[in-house]
């Protein structure tokens, strides 16, 4: 996970990984435990990133002192559901944004396959400039190759649909997934030129994902970086409305937008989206969900009384 610099909203954990499937007819991802992988308590999340600030810097730095260059290159991953079982755990960095893009063009292209069977060529691979080691440290670039990937291939994989495995349908998705987290969380927050650009295509991506969880959970996260807070807080409780409990990622989508608002001093839409779930939280997640409503009121006591006190010293 992270070494230091933040805690993240969003960081990856799965319960358990298993091979990918697809359902077809309801077009449900099951099996491989996508972006929204089980994380540990939201709550020591959120403390931990109180403590530690919520600004970070982008750890492109190396303990030398000289700028990392993360290469992607154009070489085929021979196991591509072991990869990303290891992107799943990996720390949200433009490396793993890197090793993302690597794989979503392995996927894609009908390479690796784990059984050693082609998969169906969605689109053919082309590395592109960051291949190149002299480019590799152009964030520009990077984006270019992220809105790319993230545009094209959603496309490309419906035009083929029926030819496409649903091994390779889930895990191309769910690898896009990561692609889509790892640039949100490691590649945005660096970006003065262009932010708007990448936003947008966040945006369109999500209007491609197949579940509306992953839609309205993505779109959520967009619309907080583009400061719509009150759409964002629509669509993170469109997402938890269409998540069933029985999810393995259910408490993950719940800590997500939890975790989101309450930073953001949300406390009444925190605690109306914890009123939502509650009644059909499972006995496992009980305990998690009660601990994030304590949490949610604690935490509006504590803002309440701070604001008291700086009025009464201001009087």
């Known amino acids: 996970m992270l070494s230091g610099e933040r805690s993240t909203i969003c960081r990856i954990q799965p319960l358990a990984v298993m091979t990918p499937h697809t359902n077809v007819r309801t077009r449900k991802r099951t099996g491989l435990n996508g972006i929204f992988g089980r994380r ?16 970070w810097p982008e750890p492109l730095i190396s303990p030398g002192g000289r700028l990392e260059r993360h290469n992607i290159t154009n070489e085929a991953i021979q196991d591509p559901v ?17 090793r993302a893009l690597l794989l979503a063009r392995n996927v894609a292209s009908g390479r690796g396959t784990p059984n ?6 969605v689109m053919k691979d ?17 984006q270019k190759e ?29 690898t896009l997934l990561l692609v889509f987290h790892h640039a949100y969380f490691a590649l945005l927050p660096g970006i003065e030129n262009g932010r708007k650009t990448l936003l947008v295509a966040f945006k369109q991506f999500a209007a491609s994902l197949p579940r509306p969880q992953d839609e309205f959970q993505v779109l959520g996260l967009v619309e907080v970086e583009m400061g719509d807070l009150e759409a964002a807080v629509e669509s993170f409780r469109a997402s938890l409305a269409a998540a069933h409990s029985d999810e393995h990622d259910f408490i993950t989508r719940v800590q997500i937008v939890w975790t989101t608002l309450m930073e953001r001093r949300l406390f009444q839409d ?10 059909r939280t499972s006995r496992s997640d009980l305990n998690e969900v009660s601990a994030m409503l304590r949490e949610t009121y604690r935490e509006a006591l504590r803002t309440r009384k701070t604001h008291r006190s700086r009025s009464r010293k201001g009087a």
């Open 40 to 55: 540990p308590s939201a709550i020591a999340g959120l403390e931990n990133r109180r403590m530690r600030g919520a600004n």
């Open 82 to 98: 072991a990869e990303y079982r290891d992107l799943l755990t990996s720390e949200e960095s433009v490396a793993s944004l890197d």
């Open 116 to 121: 050693g069977k082609p998969w169906h060529a």
């Open 126 to 142: 082309r590395a592109g400039p960051l291949a190149d080691r002299r480019n590799a440290g152009s964030s520009v670039l990077r």
């Open 146 to 174: 992220v809105i790319r990937i993230l545009s094209t291939m959603p496309q490309k994989l419906e035009e083929t649909r029926k030819e496409v495995p649903e091994e390779q349908y889930s895990l191309l998705f769910d």
């Open 270 to 279: 925190a605690l109306e989206c914890l009123l939502d779930v509650y009644p």
